[in-house]
């Protein structure tokens, strides 16, 4: 996946926490992140085994950029997408 240039980073903690809220990745403790997992295809076995991932930076209103944190990957996604990935019975076009 193909990074755009000129995304943005957080400068800090507290933005990183409002962008969170803001997005509507809510924790139970305000000085807290809600964990996230990633169950897309850039993973060996999304269907079953999601991988944690961390929010790094925004490239728009929408675009966010996620690092996987076991492989390290960078990825580009829609932040109402990654939302819909939390949802417990979330599952990509699995094949039957």
Avoid: V
Avoid at 4 to 33: A, H, I, V
Avoid at 53 to 72: A, H, P, R, T, V
Wanted: glycine content about 6%; aromatic content about 16%.
């Amino acid at each position: 996946m193909i990074i755009p240039d000129g995304y943005k980073s957080f400068s800090s903690f507290e933005e990183k926490r409002k962008k969170y809220y803001e997005w509507g990745f809510k924790s139970r403790k305000k000085d807290e992140l809600k964990s996230l997992y990633y169950k897309g295809a850039f993973t060996d076995d999304p269907y079953n085994n999601p991988e944690p991932c961390d929010i790094i930076g925004y490239y728009n209103d929408i675009e966010i950029i996620i690092e996987l944190q076991n492989s390290g990957k960078k990825i580009i996604i829609d932040r109402r997408y990654l939302k819909q990935m939390q949802e417990k019975h979330f599952k990509q076009n699995q094949p039957d």
